[in-house]
């Protein structure tokens, strides 16, 4: 059967936004995660695209009710953790332009966070949209794949050949299993993802199509940046491959206690007529959403703060699944 995943700047029916939900995940940062996660939604939600946010019970319902306008629909899932770009099922269509729901395994990031709920949210969600579902017979995450539309698609060696997802399988093996249930037939394959990402290098954090061919990748920002090589070895690759590269500033080194946190502007969420984009406090904010709004001029650029977000491990690209329109 072939199928086909268009782009995100593709137009959309609606997107999925997670809230936090869990406090013994994410602790002090529980409160200003669901005010910035509430205020992703309502960006989106006032251009009058349709956002569903996914929320996990009454009590946290409630929550988000108070902090949503009238115009964001919740709606209930049971779920570990918010982030529904990697265990929610991706949108795409078939040789008939029929939109359903590509489930695939999901084991916690490699089992490092299994969590209750979030191996069955793909079927919860599918349901939810009207979305006829299938299941594929391998793990991938939503967030280790970008694509422009054309059956290119990006990943990071670091995340889809890991040992920890499918062992069994080589990269013809991946390359053939993109290609049958996702329709891409290029792959451009990207070395290692972010510093402290353990997501193992999820490419959303690192890699982003923005156009036809056409990709961006951050440039180092201050000297103790932590990605330098990182992003030289990715503008390498893609320019070998032959697409034009685009540059968005990195947000520097941004530490946790000492840890480097994977902090990156290219976790931004592209909507019907929004680019919402994480911002850090840092220095570089401004000079990243001028560059990204440069990238697509017929869509306002938002930049949100997104430190709380980033305590968890991603941002709102990783937080959010969107619908695209049928084709």
Known sequence: MTVYMPAEWAQQDWIWIGFPADGSLWEQDLIPAQEQMAAFANAVAETGQKVRLVVRDAANEARARELVSASVLCERHAYGDIWIRDSGPLVIFDGKGRRFGQRFGFNGWGGKFVLDGDQDIGVTMAEAGSLPATMADWILEGGAIDTDGTGLVVTTEQCLLNP?????????????????????DRV????????GDHTDGHVDNLARFVAPGVVAIPVPSGTDDPNVAVYADARARAREFGLQVRDV?????????GIVEPASYMNFAICNQVVVVPTYGSYHDDAALEAIGDLFPGRAVVGLPAEAVLTGGGSFHCASQHAPASI
């Open 188 to 195: 451009l394959w990207l070395g290692d993802g972010l510093l």
């Open 164 to 184: 920890n997802r499918n062992p069994q399988l080589t990269k013809a093996e991946i390359e053939m299993r993109l290609q049958r249930d996702l329709g891409f």
């Open 249 to 257: 500033p990195s947000p520097g080194r941004m530490d946790e206690a």
